[in-house]
């Protein structure tokens, strides 16, 4: 079996094409989950923290629709002309899109499967937007100083 690349990205941090809509990384599949697995409560606990930590990898998967979408994602990946890249994006790329590409990764480890994972933007400052503007962490303390 080939090796499967899974890539992590948050919308918000992605160029746009001459459209204006943001240009996702090349994939096989793209997942979006901006508006899925959104569970507002239980993220609280875990803003500063990001998908690589396993309690934010536990809120992504207690969140409604996640246990169902990772075995969608696995089975897509072992199909046998299955893709070789899958990218899963939300806004930041720092919380779900991150939780969801780690426990995908371990699942088709468990599988059997060759995994290389790359976030494209885990690293980043969590992104807070308003209606005016998008903004990151830092210039939200900084504004509110």
């Given amino acids: 079996m080939r090796t499967i690349r899974l890539i992590s990205f948050g919308y918000l941090h992605l160029p746009t094409g001459p459209d204006g809509a943001p240009v996702p990384p090349a994939a096989d599949r793209i997942e979006d989950v901006r508006d899925r697995l959104r569970d507002p409560a239980a993220a609280r606990d875990i803003l ?7 309690r934010v990898q536990d809120v992504v998967l207690a969140t409604p629709g996640a246990r169902e979408l990772l075995a969608n994602l696995a089975d897509y990946a072992d199909l046998p002309a299955g ?7 939300c806004a930041g790329g720092k ?3 991150s939780g969801l590409t780690e426990l995908l990764a371990r699942a088709l480890r468990d599988r059997g499967r060759e995994v290389v994972v790359e976030h494209l933007h885990v690293h980043l400052r969590r992104v807070l937007t308003t209606p005016a ?3 990151t962490a830092d210039t939200e303390q900084e504004t509110t100083r």
């Fill in 95 to 97: 919380h779900r899109a």
């Fill in 48 to 54: 500063d923290l990001d998908g690589l930590n396993p």
């Fill in 133 to 135: 503007s998008t903004r």
């Fill in 83 to 89: 893709p070789s890249r899958i990218a899963i994006g």
